[in-house]
Structures are given as structure tokens and as C-alpha cells.
């Protein structure tokens, strides 16, 4: 009876936990210095994401940004099944609530991910977020701005695009330079600025600092550029601009993140940052922790 009583008390907190919770700001015990800083799960993409969850919190961070495909655990990871993503089960969403709970971490955003022009389709992506509590969505789909504005609006979500570095085409012009590809317009912050200049303020850039480099521009130019539309940003620094770069350490390198969270804190950004370190995959969290300590000891200046 005792076994039966305990087994009813963990089904009705799982069914606790993963009942539908509408999303909210970014509450202020999931900042740190004032910032909703923590890691893109991408960061830890060689693990699982349970695991991810425990090294954002080993590394200080108090906030994750989900991806889509990520494996649950290390054993379903080595089985190839069970992926994270906005089709899992209530049963699969109370477990990773708990583990975020466990560990004090806050689920504040998820993707990239494709928004489907099929409605049905993209409303479980939105429901998903609506029952994990997310702050934001992040994608590239610059192309279905009207139903993403219609399920901003109705789910009270906020959608960043995301910016991947410019592209090019494999055909060289005739000096032999790289073109670029005229297809993939979300590298450029003025483009997407301009797309997102009409629509509702939830809709608006996932500021990628990385991609933004790669492509050779400067994140703090970039980051002005979008004023008053950055959503979420994948914060990293890089010791130069262009491509062939890995990521560093928090102000290591030429991106100046001490003027970047001037920045977004002069433009009153409530969105989350999450670190996105591409670098060192079997061993970040020394360099993650040292990046949000970066954030945690920023200061600005008088």
C-alpha cells in the first residue's frame, strides 16, 4: 500500500509538472547583474540534455535556451532515441522540469527552429513553449512573419530571429572573389530590422554576436543597428573578425563585451543571453564559468 500510495504521489507530480503555464518575463532570480544569463544547450550539443541542464548550472549560469534534436539522457543518447524537442510527451516535459528545478536553472527559450507555414504545425510549437513557461522562440523563419505575428500575439511569446553568417555561392565572379548568396538575407541586421519594423514589438532579432563576426562586422555596430528589437542574444567573443575564428573567453578577444552589455543595458533588453561556446566541446565549462563571471562582474562605467 505504501509503494502504491508513493507511486500515485509521483504520478500526480508529474502531471503537476507538466501542465500548461503561460509565459512570463524573465523573473529577476534568473538574472545575474541584472542579465537573464546562462547557455544555449548547443554549448554542451556532444552531451545530453539532462546533462546540459547540470553544466549550465556547474558553470553558474541560471537560465538555458533548449535546441531541438538534443537526446534526454546520456543512456538514450548512446541509444539514439528519445530526442528534446516540441513534440515530447507530458511524461518527458515533467521530467525536464524537474531536473531544471533540481538544479535551479530556468527554461527561458528554445531553438532554432523552423515555424512551419502549416498552422497546426506551428501552433505546437508555441503550445511547447506556452507549457515549459518559455520567455521566447527562436528561428530564421523570416518567411512567415504573418502567423508568427498571429501566435505572438496570441500566446504572449516573444520570436528572434536568428542570423547564421552571410553564405555564398560555390560559383566565384570573375576576379575570382566569393559572392555572396542573394538567398539567405538573415546574416544582415538591417534586413532583419526592416522585416520585423511593422510588426508586433515581440518579434524581433536573436542578436548572434558570433555569426555577426564571421561575417565581418562588429557586434556592438550590429547590435545598434536593431535597437529596441533584440529579443535574445547567443553572446560570444572572438579574438578577430571573419571567418576561420573559434570562440574565447569573455573579454579576451576584439568584441567588447563590456560595451555590448552597456549597450543592451542602455536599451533596456529583458531578454535572455545565452552563451553559446563553440569551443572546447568536451571540456567548457572552466571557459563557460569564466564567461559568466564576465557578466557577473561588469560594471559600467561612470
Known amino acids: 500500500m505504501k509503494l502504491h500510495r508513493s507511486l500515485l504521489a509521483l504520478a500526480a507530480a508529474a502531471v503537476l509538472a507538466a501542465l500548461p503555464t503561460f509565459a512570463a518575463p524573465i523573473p529577476d532570480e534568473a538574472k545575474i547583474n541584472g542579465f537573464a544569463i546562462g547557455c544555449q544547450a548547443y554549448t554542451f550539443n556532444r552531451f545530453s540534455v539532462f546533462e546540459a541542464i547540470e ?5 553558474g549560469g541560471k537560465s538555458i535556451e533548449f535546441y531541438p534534436g538534443q537526446f534526454l539522457t546520456k543512456e538514450d543518447k548512446l541509444a539514439k532515441k528519445n530526442p528534446w524537442n516540441h513534440d515530447a510527451s507530458p511524461e518527458v516535459i515533467a521530467q525536464v522540469k524537474a531536473k531544471l528545478a533540481q538544479h535551479k536553472v530556468r527554461a527561458v527559450n ?3 527552429v ?11 510549437i508555441f503550445e511547447f513553449a506556452k ?7 527562436t528561428t530564421e523563419s523570416v518567411d512567415n512573419l504573418d502567423l508568427i505575428e498571429k501566435l505572438v500575439k496570441e500566446y504572449d511569446i516573444r520570436v528572434g530571429i536568428h542570423q547564421h553568417a552571410k553564405r ?6 570573375a576576379q575570382g572573389n566569393q ?5 539567405y538575407k538573415v546574416w544582415d541586421p538591417t534586413f532583419i530590422r526592416d522585416q520585423v519594423a511593422k510588426r508586433d514589438k515581440r518579434i524581433g532579432a536573436c542578436a548572434d554576436l558570433g555569426h555577426w563576426q564571421t561575417s565581418g562586422m562588429k557586434a556592438l555596430d550590429c547590435v545598434k543597428i536593431l535597437e529596441g528589437r533584440i529579443m535574445s542574444v547567443h553572446m560570444k567573443e572572438r579574438a578577430a573578425l571573419g571567418s576561420g575564428q573559434h570562440d574565447t ?3 579576451t578577444g576584439i568584441t567588447d563585451m563590456g560595451a555590448i552589455l552597456a549597450e543592451l543595458k542602455r536599451q533596456k533588453f529583458d531578454g535572455n543571453i545565452s552563451i553559446e561556446y563553440e569551443y572546447n566541446w568536451d571540456n567548457s565549462v ?7 563571471d564576465f557578466v557577473r562582474n561588469w560594471k559600467p562605467k561612470q
Open 55 to 59: 553544466k549550465t548550472a556547474e558553470a
Open 110 to 112: 528554445y531553438g532554432v
Open 114 to 124: 523552423t515555424i512551419p507555414k502549416d498552422e497546426a504545425a506551428a501552433r505546437k
Open 131 to 137: 507549457t515549459m513557461g518559455l520567455y521566447g522562440i
Open 168 to 173: 555564398f555561392k560555390k560559383e566565384r565572379d
Open 179 to 183: 559572392v555572396i548568396d542573394p538567398s
Open 249 to 251: 573567453i569573455f573579454g
Open 286 to 292: 572552466p571557459d563557460v564559468k569564466q564567461c559568466v
